[in-house]
């Protein structure tokens, strides 16, 4: 991370590019125990926060993210419920998962509470599902919730972490994956950012068969544009303890009762063909 003549840079050494922000200035910083957090003022994107020097959401590009990581998962699965979101602090993803009226129960475990607070503070609009009734924020370390979930708990889990480094690291594994097909019913679905299918595919290709091996029986991955992030190109991976991930309850996406602006019943028919070269 850069910053020069009031321009944000985070620089992608491995891979060789770089993304800038044009900034107004810095309207806080934060230090928890378990990262630093920054918030900036942009000239185009609105509001910015950077995590341990990263992007993570901003007020102009949020949607596409927190759509695409909540819409197409739980359309997908037949009768969902309960769901636990790991991460997702700025509450963007609890959010568009509260959309859905199926949806019972929406637990948010995120470890550092301070994303959630300044999310509140300087993201509001990401934040109005805060206080529904069947939203539940917890501030505890997300591969311990997991572990002591009851088996079968859970319809959904939505993994919606930051990189696979510092505390998200053990998000990414094999035992990780494990406790979370134990949590899930039987016709469980578990859905995970897994960062750019242009520039992270040897990732992308751990993670699934991380998945298979702890005992998922099918894996999809699919993208969608998200600017801020390296390579302007991210995905998500779902995997299904049921086999099953090849339809979607259609009729419901369709006539979805709220409004989106990127995740649409076409979007979806397009998700479910996936990256190709990701998917073989």
């Known amino acids: 991370m850069t910053l020069d003549n009031n321009w944000f840079t985070e620089v992608a050494d491995s891979i060789g590019s770089a993304f800038s922000l044009k900034i107004n200035g810095k309207l806080e ?7 630093k957090i920054e918030i900036y003022d942009t ?65 948010q475990v995120d470890i550092d509470e301070q994303v959630t607070r300044l999310s509140e503070k300087y993201f509001p609009e990401l934040c109005t599902a805060n206080n ?29 972490s930051t990189d696979p480094v510092g505390p998200a690291e053990g998000l990414f594994n094999e035992a990780f994956y494990r406790d979370c097909l134990r949590a899930l019913g039987e016709q469980g679905l578990l859905c995970q950012q897994s960062e750019s299918p242009l520039s992270h595919v040897t990732l992308i290709a751990e993670m699934k068969q991380a998945m298979r091996s702890a005992g998922f029986a099918a894996t999809h991955t699919y993208d969608f544009p998200q600017p801020l992030y390296p390579s302007g190109w991210w995905s998500a991976t779902l ?15 369709r006539h979805k009762p709220f409004a989106t602006k990127y995740y649409s019943y076409a979007r979806h ?12």
């Open 43 to 107: 000239t185009h994107y609105g509001k910015l926060m950077i995590i341990d020097g990263y992007t993570m959401v901003s007020t102009a590009d949020n949607f596409l993210y927190h759509e695409m990581m909540s819409h197409p998962v739980v359309y997908t699965h037949p009768k969902p419920e309960k769901v636990l979101v790991i991460g997702g602090g700025d509450c963007g993803t609890l959010q568009q998962v509260l959309k859905h009226p199926e949806v019972k129960l929406a637990q």
């Open 269 to 280: 028919t397009v998700v479910m063909e996936g990256v190709p070269f990701l998917n073989k």
């Open 239 to 253: 995997a299904s303890k049921s086999g099953e991930i090849t339809s979607f309850r259609e009729d419901a996406a």
């Open 132 to 160: 529904d009734p069947r939203a539940e924020l917890h501030f505890a370390d997300g591969l311990k919730w997991v572990k002591d979930a009851a088996d079968g708990y859970y319809d959904i889990i939505i993994v919606d």
């Open 29 to 35: 910083e934060v230090q928890t125990p378990f990262q």
